[in-house]
């Protein structure tokens, strides 16, 4: 499992304060946690009775690959719901409000400082009654009694629909990157895209399906496009706004190859941020999985922030690269000649969807540029 795609925190230790503090639990039932990231610790937890949640692959396969039951989505009926806060406001308002339709027993919030704890504390001291915060490792824990789906259903996320500059509509969610518009950098590298690519196709971090659909229509000559993204959310709005037969779509990690797949292009906006951090690592190993995915005459189209260094990566895993295009803030790379440097790796429990068809692969959540 990838590392880059997770930003640990002390939940371990915070859960373990809160117990000792006066949290209990009811003595059996499902206890659903939300959204942990993969290198978190729920040891406090009784393993047998959790159920993670998250519609993040990387944390799914990591929760899994450690015998936790896991899902991408939530049902009713839980005795206790644990919430780990994003760092997206509005996304962390949504979980909450998720938690109280789930449970009629305690729900716990716990969050870094850096994700806006003290804002969600401070939202929901005039609306429930709280336990006191227990602070510790920069972020806070605390816990209430559920009030009912009725009492925070004013904090669920309203669907979010997107124009682009030709006046098509992309449907979005919150908690997504670039929820709330077309991202410049993904908007540049469409633009760039020449007419006659043609062949197999992948967008690796596809994202709600912008660059996938401006691909399917600016090349007609496309054959087929395989949509790879980790988050499911994501994955459901592309699956909303890609509605070309072309197009496949997959739920996976993006850094780790699609086994038996050999394409002849590859289109990406990579992430460079977990959580609050900036990590050019990982968009690098965007670069390295577009490599090992690409046939010898495959190409690479790619757009960074100006800032990242991914010029070395790209001579590392391409013969010829250079800059197509670009702006102050956004440069467009293509590389050609993919050079195998390593095995690929591959990863179970491949599921796709195409056409309709049950399916799945991709990438990591957390973004830097991409849409």
């Given at each position: 499992?990838?590392?880059?795609?997770?930003?640990?925190?002390?939940?371990?230790?915070?859960?373990?304060?809160?117990?000792?503090?006066?949290?209990?639990?009811?003595?059996?039932?499902?206890?659903?946690?939300?959204?942990?990231?993969?290198?978190?610790?729920?040891?406090?937890?009784?393993?047998?009775?959790?159920?993670?949640?998250?519609?993040?692959?990387?944390?799914?396969?990591?929760?899994?690959?450690?015998?936790?039951?896991?899902?991408?989505?939530?049902?009713?009926?839980?005795?206790?719901?644990?919430?780990?806060?994003?760092?997206?406001?509005?996304?962390?308002?949504?979980?909450?409000?998720?938690?109280?339709?789930?449970?009629?027993?305690?729900?716990?919030?716990?969050?870094?400082?850096?994700?806006?704890?003290?804002?969600?504390?401070?939202?929901?001291?005039?609306?429930?009654?709280?336990?006191?915060?227990?602070?510790?490792?920069?972020?806070?824990?605390?816990?209430?009694?559920?009030?009912?789906?009725?009492?925070?259903?004013?904090?669920?996320a309203a669907p979010i629909a997107v124009t682009d500059?030709?006046?098509?509509?992309?449907?979005?969610?919150?908690?997504?990157?670039?929820?709330?518009?077309?991202?410049?950098?993904?908007?540049?590298?469409?633009?760039?895209?020449?007419?006659?690519?043609?062949?197999?196709?992948?967008?690796?971090?596809?994202?709600?399906?912008?660059?996938?659909?401006?691909?399917?229509?600016?090349?007609?000559?496309?054959?087929?496009?395989?949509l790879v993204e980790a988050d499911a959310r994501a994955?459901?709005?592309?699956?909303?706004?890609?509605?070309?037969?072309?197009?496949?779509?997959?739920?996976?990690?993006?850094?780790?190859?699609?086994?038996?797949?050999?394409?002849?292009?590859?289109?990406?906006?990579?992430?460079?941020?977990?959580?609050?951090?900036?990590?050019?690592?990982?968009?690098?190993?965007?670069?390295?999985?577009?490599?090992?995915?690409?046939?010898?005459?495959?190409?690479?189209?790619?757009?960074?922030?100006?800032?990242?260094?991914?010029?070395?990566?790209?001579?590392?895993?391409?013969?010829?690269?250079?800059?197509?295009?670009?702006?102050?803030?956004?440069?467009?790379?293509?590389?050609?000649?993919?050079?195998?440097?390593?095995?690929?790796?591959?990863?179970?429990?491949?599921?796709?969807?195409?056409?309709?068809?049950?399916?799945?692969?991709?990438?990591?959540?957390?973004?830097?540029?991409?849409?």
């Open positions: 499992m990838n590392t880059l795609h997770t930003d640990p925190a002390p939940r371990a230790l915070r859960l373990e304060l809160a117990f000792e503090g006066g949290l209990t639990l009811p003595k059996a039932g499902t206890i659903v946690v939300l959204h942990p990231r993969a290198t978190e610790s729920l040891a406090p937890l009784p393993p047998e009775r959790v159920k993670v949640v998250t519609p993040h692959f990387p944390d799914h396969a990591a929760f899994s690959a450690r015998g936790y039951n896991c899902a991408r989505s939530a049902e009713p009926g839980a005795t206790a719901v644990l919430v780990c806060l994003p760092r997206a406001r509005a996304e962390g308002l949504d979980l909450i409000a998720e938690a109280c339709a789930l449970t009629d027993g305690p729900i716990i919030i716990d969050g870094q400082k850096t994700d806006g704890v003290d804002t969600i504390l401070k939202a929901l001291r005039p609306r429930v009654a709280l336990s006191e915060p227990i602070s510790k490792g920069h972020g806070k824990i605390f816990w209430f009694r559920s009030p009912g789906a009725a009492a925070l259903a004013d904090w669920r500059d030709a006046g098509q509509i992309f449907h979005t969610s919150a908690g997504l990157f670039s929820a709330a518009g077309v991202d410049p950098g993904s908007a540049l590298l469409a633009a760039s895209l020449p007419e006659g690519l043609a062949g197999e196709a992948v967008d690796l971090g596809a994202g709600w399906g912008y660059l996938s659909a401006a691909l399917l229509t600016r090349a007609p000559k496309i054959k087929v496009l395989h994955l459901d709005c592309a699956r909303r706004n890609v509605t070309d037969p072309r197009a496949v779509f997959h739920w996976a990690d993006a850094t780790l190859p699609l086994p038996g797949l050999q394409t002849d292009l590859v289109i990406m906006n990579p992430p460079f941020h977990t959580g609050r951090k900036g990590q050019p690592g990982l968009g690098i190993a965007f670069i390295r999985a577009a490599a090992a995915l690409l046939r010898p005459s495959g190409q690479l189209w790619l757009v960074a922030n100006r800032h990242l260094p991914y010029e070395a990566a790209m001579a590392a895993s391409f013969r010829r690269h250079e800059e197509v295009a670009g702006t102050p803030a956004f440069k467009v790379l293509k590389g050609e000649g993919p050079v195998r440097a390593a095995a690929a790796r591959s990863i179970p429990g491949r599921e796709r969807r195409s056409t309709g068809q049950a399916g799945s692969h991709s990438t990591s959540n957390p973004r830097g540029p991409r849409g």
